[in-house]
């Protein structure tokens, strides 16, 4: 095809969206509204994966060592326990550090530290956090190998509950999008046929004269082309005003957030780029992709 008739093409794509006006907003509003939801609905999962992961960074191990162990024993312990793969963070706890906090948090308590004297009944222990609580059984059979460890004190509950609820999490998410996904992708080519229905003694005219179902789909395509990314600048520019706006009024009263460990919730801005990116794409592929389906049988002539 001649560059003069690719240009002649997208001109059309141009002048139609303004020649049919009314049912290009329509086909606008839909696909904004559509990318919308999507867009929201992954934010929502985003955020609600970063609250998870928050207090998944809470869970603590807690090694109690044994009276008799010694210092080389301790220090070789944790070598160990640093050198283990899920281990993150690794921190060494004395018995007289325990022993000043517990003083610390009883202070109405002084006839029992007297009694007690200055030699702490409390054992030396380590406290270390895990990368991935899903291999938390795993790694407490590793730490139980090593010697000199009187017992161990791990969230296994709380990791069972958190697991099970990431799990739940991340099918409805998957259920959700996927859903939200189909149906934008209906109503768009329910709208979009209908665009093209608006016009279909217009393609049969041109396909009379000899045009080619190819010539008859590119301004179409243009068309939907750029109707998708109108949409995709359109959503973004909402998303943006509403997702600040939502967080602003939601983190208004901190209480509650730090009640729970969350610090706060996904800045837009570190979204924004890929966001961008998503919207204009999905936008320009469902408006092109779907308006050249809609074409179809009006070629067949």
């Known amino acids: 095809m001649r560059f003069s008739s690719v240009t002649y093409l997208a001109k059309q794509g141009l002048k139609n969206i303004w020649t049919n006006r009314i049912m290009s907003f329509a086909s606008l509003c839909i696909l904004t509204v559509s990318l919308l939801l999507v867009g929201f609905a992954v934010l929502f999962v985003e955020n609600i994966n970063l609250f998870v992961g928050n207090i998944e960074n809470k869970n603590e191990v807690i090694l109690f060592l044994e ?20 281990v993150g963070s690794v921190t060494f706890y ?6 000043e906090d517990m003083k610390a948090g009883m202070e109405n308590a002084e006839e029992l530290f007297e009694y007690i004297g200055d030699d702490s009944p409390l054992p030396d222990s380590y406290r270390l956090r895990v990368n ?14 090593l010697d000199g460890i009187y017992s161990v004190k791990a969230p296994t509950d709380f990791v069972s509950v958190l697991t099970g609820v990431r799990s739940l999490i991340y099918i409805l998410s998957l259920v959700l999008i996927t859903a939200l996904i189909v149906v934008c992708l209906i109503i768009i ?9 608006f016009r279909k003694r217009e393609i049969a005219i041109m396909k009379y004269v000899g045009a080619t179902n190819t010539f008859i789909k590119i301004p179409f395509f243009i068309e939907g082309l750029l109707m998708g990314v109108f949409a995709g600048i359109i959503a973004t520019v909402i998303t943006w005003l509403g997702y600040d706006a939502l967080v602003d009024v939601l983190m208004s ?40 389906i809609s074409t179809r049988k009006y070629v067949k002539v």
């Open 253 to 292: 009263d901190t209480t509650l957030w730090s009640a729970l460990g969350i610090s706060g919730f996904i800045p837009f801005s570190s979204v924004a780029l890929r966001t961008v990116l998503t919207y204009i794409l999905a936008g320009a592929f469902i408006g092109s992709i779907g308006t050249v």
């Open 67 to 86: 009276d008799d162990i010694t210092d080389e024993q301790i220090d070789e312990m944790g070598n160990r326990l640093k050198a283990m793969s899920n």
């Open 132 to 145: 991935d609580i899903g291999k938390m059984s795993s790694t407490l059979m590793q730490i139980n190998e």
């Open 189 to 197: 080519s329910n709208t979009t046929r209908a665009s093209v229905d």
């Open 94 to 99: 004395s018995k007289e550090e325990a022993f």
